[in-house]
C-alpha cells in the first residue's frame, strides 16, 4: 500500500477555509494572522531590495490589500521611504484591510492615499519598487476597467514589481479566459503557505517571475485535514517507497521487461529506454527490434536479450509476454499502419503492466476506437504535442491537464503529462506533480529514458502509481544530478541514464 504526503496544493475556497481553521484553532485573531503574513513578506522584500529603495504600495480592497498596507507600515518602520496607494472606489473594505489602513495612518509621517474616484498614477522609474497587492487568490474574472488600465501601466513602467501572494490578475487555477494583458508581471511573487496551481505552468512563469512559498504557520492539523486535489512530490515522499534488494535476489526475481521501440534510424530511442529499465534495476530485459537494428543493440547494450521481428525496417507482430513483469512499447517505433496494427495487437496480448509512449501515443491519436481497448491500469506518458494530438488541441496547460485528468479517470489509467513539472493524473482524479529536473532536459530522448525507468520499476515489482511516482522524481533528480557536473547546455539523454544510479544513491541516501 502507498503511503505518502506530498505537499498539497489549495483551490482558493480551501484557502479561505484553512486561514478560518487557523483562527479558531490556534486560535489567532485574523488580524493578527495577517499581521503574522506581513512580516514574513516584509522580511524577504528587505532581504532583496536595501532600504534605499524608493517603494510605491498599490493595495485593493480585501485581505491582499491589507497584507500591502501591513508591509508598506513595517516597510517604512524599517527607514523605507514608502508611499501607499489604497484603491477603495467601492467605499467597503475587508476588515483587516480598513484595520491597517488606520494603523498606517496613525502616523503623519507615511505617505498614503485611498483612492476612491480619480486615480493620478504616479511616476514609476528604474530603481523604483513596486508593492503589488492589489489582488489576491479569490480573483474569479479577468481584470478590467481601471485595475487593468494600473496592471498596464505597472508593467509598461521600468520599476521592479514584488507580488503578494499571486500576481494581480492572475487566478490561482483556470486562467483559460483570462486577459494575459491585465496581469502584473511580477520580477518576484511572495506567495503566502504553500504554492498555487497556476504556479506550475509554463505559461504563467514570465508572470510571476522568481517564486518563494513563504512559512505563516498555518494550521498543520487543518492542512492534514484537508484533502487536495493537487499536490507535490517532494525527496521526503519518494525515498521510502524504494525497496529493499534482498541478498539472495538474482535475475529471475529481480523481474524481466519487454521493452517494444526502435524502427531502423531510431535504433537510439530502443537503445535509451533498455539502458535506462536496465538501471532501474530490472534483472532482465527483452527488446523487440527489426532485424536491421541488431547490430546496434547487441553493441550498445550488450547486458539486453534481442526477440528479433521479421521484418527488417519495423515493429511488425506482436509477441507472447508471459515470461515477463512489464513492457514498455512505442519509443521511435514509427506510426506505419503494419506497426500500428501490431501495437494495439501487442497490448491486447500484454498482461503484464504497460508503459504506452511516444509513436505508440501517436499511433492511437491515429486510430481513435482502440483508445477504449486499452486495459485499466496502462500508464500513457505523452508529452504536451503528442496529448493534444491524442485529446484535441488545448488553449493552455490547464485546459491540457483538466483533458489528461478526465481520461485518466475515464481509462481508469495513469496518464504522466511530461515537462518541467510533469503531472501524473491518476484513476481516482487526484494529480501529483514533479519537484525534479530543469531545462537541460530539453532534449531529445529524455522521454525515452522515462518510459525505461517506469517500466524497469514495474518490472521490479512497484505498482503503477508507486513505478510513476519514483520514475519522474528519479527522471529529474538525474537530469538535476547531470545539470549539476555538466551544465545544462550540454546535457543529453544519455547522461541521464548515466546518472541514474548516482540518483538512486541519493534518495537511499
Known amino acids: 500500500m502507498l503511503t505518502f504526503a506530498p505537499m498539497k496544493i489549495f483551490t482558493s475556497a480551501q484557502i479561505r477555509e484553512l486561514d478560518k481553521y487557523t483562527i479558531e484553532h490556534e486560535p489567532i485573531k485574523s488580524i493578527d494572522l495577517m499581521e503574522r503574513a506581513a512580516k514574513a513578506l516584509t522580511w524577504s522584500i528587505a532581504e532583496r531590495w536595501p532600504s534605499t529603495t524608493p517603494v510605491i504600495v498599490f493595495a485593493g480592497p480585501g485581505n491582499n490589500g491589507g497584507d500591502a498596507l501591513a508591509v508598506a507600515r513595517m516597510l517604512s518602520d524599517q527607514g523605507y521611504e514608502v508611499t501607499s496607494y489604497l484603491f477603495n472606489v467601492t467605499g467597503h473594505l475587508s476588515a483587516d484591510c480598513a484595520v491597517n489602513k488606520a494603523r498606517l495612518q ?66 490561482i487555477e483556470d486562467n483559460t479566459y483570462n486577459v494575459r494583458t491585465n496581469i502584473i508581471r511580477a520580477d518576484v511573487t511572495l506567495t503566502l503557505g504553500n504554492t498555487k496551481l497556476a504556479f506550475l505552468f509554463p505559461e504563467n512563469q514570465s508572470i510571476i517571475g522568481q517564486l518563494q512559498v513563504l512559512d505563516i504557520r498555518l494550521s498543520k492539523e487543518g492542512i492534514q485535514k484537508t484533502d487536495a486535489q493537487y499536490t507535490v512530490l517532494e525527496e521526503s515522499d519518494v525515498a521510502p517507497l524504494l525497496k529493499p534488494r534482498n541478498p539472495f535476489d538474482h535475475k529471475g526475481t529481480m523481474g524481466q521487461a519487454l521493452i517494444v521501440a526502435g524502427s531502423y534510424g531510431m535504433a537510439g530511442a530502443a537503445v535509451l529506454t533498455a539502458r535506462a529499465c536496465l538501471r532501474a534495476g530490472t534483472g532482465k530485459v527483452l527488446i523487440r527490434t527489426p532485424k536491421k537494428n541488431v547490430n546496434i543493440l547487441q553493441i550498445s547494450v550488450p547486458e539486453a536479450v534481442l526477440q528479433i521481428d521479421r521484418e527488417e525496417t519495423m515493429f511488425s507482430e506482436a509477441i507472447d509476454t508471459d515470461t515477463c513483469q512489464a513492457m514498455g512499447i512505442g519509443p521511435g517505433l514509427g506510426t506505419a499502419e503494419q506497426s500500428a496494427v501490431a501495437m494495439i495487437a501487442q497490448i491486447r496480448r500484454t498482461q503484464c503492466p504497460i508503459v504506452c509512449d511516444a509513436d505508440a501515443i501517436n499511433m492511437l491519436a491515429n486510430h481513435r476506437a482502440w483508445i477504449q481497448q486499452l486495459p485499466q491500469g496502462i500508464i500513457l506518458t505523452p508529452h504536451p504535442k503528442e496529448f493534444d494530438r491524442l485529446e484535441g488541441h488545448s488553449a493552455d496547460s ?105 540518483a538512486f544513491l541519493k534518495l537511499r541516501s
Not at 137 to 165: M, Q
Open 106 to 171: 496613525e502616523k503623519k509621517s507615511r505617505q498614503f492615499i485611498e483612492v476612491t474616484q480619480e486615480f493620478d498614477p504616479p511616476h514609476l522609474e528604474k530603481g523604483m519598487l513596486v508593492v503589488d497587492g492589489l489582488f489576491g487568490s479569490g480573483l474569479n474574472k479577468p481584470l478590467a476597467g481601471g485595475f487593468a488600465s494600473l496592471v498596464k501601466y505597472i508593467n509598461a513602467s521600468s520599476a521592479e514589481v514584488v507580488s503578494i501572494d499571486i500576481p494581480s490578475g492572475l487566478m
Open 398 to 502: 490547464f485546459e491540457r491537464l483538466s483533458k489528461a485528468r478526465h481520461l485518466a479517470e475515464r481509462l481508469q489509467a495513469y496518464v504522466l503529462l511530461k515537462g518541467h513539472f510533469s503531472a501524473l493524473c491518476m484513476p481516482d482524479g487526484h494529480v501529483v506533480f514533479n519537484s525534479t529536473g530543469n531545462a537541460g532536459m530539453a532534449t531529445a530522448g529524455s522521454g525515452d529514458v522515462l518510459t525505461g525507468i517506469i517500466t524497469g520499476l514495474l518490472a521490479r515489482g512497484y505498482s503503477q502509481k508507486e513505478a510513476c511516482i519514483i520514475g519522474m522524481y528519479l527522471h529529474g533528480l538525474s537530469g538535476d544530478l547531470a545539470a549539476r557536473n555538466l551544465g545544462e547546455e550540454s546535457l543529453i539523454a544519455s547522461d541521464l541514464v548515466d546518472f541514474l544510479p548516482k
